[in-house]
């Protein structure tokens, strides 16, 4: 897809030759691992969508917690990096 990463200011998903950013690739990821219903935001206008995507970007570090929940299995195989080195899954589960 000859994508810059160092020139792109969001998280990438690619799906099904698809390559999203922002808001788009949000809704995507939340959809695929936990909770379909939040395709319902593709129905809110794109420009709103990403404006508060950049504001929580902005800000995230106001929203973080101290810690970080280690993800199951199935939602670790969806991440393509793991996907790709599924003998690096189960060191990162031990």
């Known amino acids: 897809f000859n994508i810059q ?8 998903v690619i ?6 950013y922002y808001s788009d690739a949000v809704i995507e990821i ?3 691992v936990k909770y379909k219903k939040f395709i319902y935001f593709k129905h809110v ?3 709103l969508r990403n404006f508060l ?6 800000n995230r570090k106001k929203f973080q917690r101290n810690e ?3 993800p199951s299995k199935e939602k670790l ?5 793991v996907k790709k080195d599924s003998d690096k899954l189960d060191k990162i589960l031990s």
Do not use: E, G, Q
Request: overall charge neutral; glycine content about 0%.
């Open 5 to 12: 990463v160092k020139d792109v200011d969001s998280i990438i």
């Open 15 to 20: 799906d099904d030759n698809r390559v999203l």
């Open 30 to 32: 939340v959809c695929d």
């Open 45 to 47: 206008p794109i420009f």
């Open 53 to 58: 995507y950049k504001l929580f970007a902005k």
């Open 68 to 70: 970080c929940a280690l």
């Open 77 to 81: 195989n969806k991440i393509l990096s």
